[in-house]
């Protein structure tokens, strides 16, 4: 399998980037982003690319792909509703777009966020615009097409967010996210679980199209004693 990573620097997507790299079926893993994360590994290919909103530049590098785990994202904090709608769903539906024409059996795994709202009329700016940004995708003639909804995620492997405010509300949590999600297991995820859980379903697919937290829960594997071998020898 080649999969294709957004937002490989940012805390879901070094998951999900950790989970593919430690894939024995995964013979490629190519990131696209404004940064790269300089890892070095035998079937890693990073694209460094500053426009976002086009990839004609680009295309020849997008093909031949059998999947795609889309984990770029932003805060809405502060933002207007036209900014956001630009940062998230005009992103999204740039990268969407170009794929589905390039690759047209591919399985396009978006991450989302819960309480998404798929009427796209709700009072929440954020939940409308990924509704809508989940609504689009879903229209785009892709094989397969999954939106992920975790809540709240805690970050393993050495994982941090880029976000400052997510850094100090995961320094302060620290402690007790582990016993939160042994209270609340269909509720506080973690980054691994989001990555396996992405895998699977490009995999198998899944009976339902939007992943809830405690589907994401569902839909991961387990580690493999291939996955720790790799983990100690590449260092992720």
């Not at 013979?27 to 694209?47: A, K, S, Y």
């Not at 502060?78 to 794929?99: F, P, Q, V, W």
């Not at 004693?225 to 260092?235: F, I, K, M, T």
Request: positive net charge.
């Amino acid at each position: 399998m080649k999969v294709l990573i957004f937002g490989a620097t940012g805390m879901v997507g070094q998951g999900v980037l950790r989970e593919c790299l430690l894939a024995p079926d995964v013979e490629l893993t190519q990131t696209v982003g404004r940064t790269v994360t300089g890892l070095p590994h035998p079937r890693l290919r990073e694209i460094q690319h500053t426009d976002l909103w086009q990839y004609e530049s680009i295309k020849g590098d997008l093909e031949g792909f059998d999947a795609c785990f889309f984990c770029l994202g932003v805060a809405s904090r502060g933002m207007t509703e036209d900014e956001y709608k630009r940062m998230t769903h005009g992103i999204t539906i740039a990268a969407a777009d170009i794929l589905a024409r390039l690759n047209p059996r591919m399985t396009f795994n978006y991450v989302s966020g819960t309480g998404t709202d798929s009427s796209e009329k709700g009072k929440i700016m954020w939940a409308r615009v990924k509704g809508k940004t989940e609504n689009d995708i879903f229209k785009m003639p892709f094989a397969a097409a999954y939106m992920f909804r975790p809540g709240v995620i805690q970050p393993l492997d050495g994982i941090r967010s880029k976000t400052k405010m997510y850094r100090v509300f995961y320094k302060l949590s620290k402690p007790i996210l582990p016993l939160l999600r042994s209270a609340f297991p269909n509720h506080v995820l973690t980054t691994k679980q989001i990555g396996q859980s992405m895998l699977n379903v490009a995999r198998h697919g899944y009976p339902r199209p939007i992943l809830e937290s405690k589907d994401i829960r569902a839909a991961a594997l387990p580690a493999t004693p291939v996955a720790e071998s790799l983990d100690r020898r590449y260092g992720t």
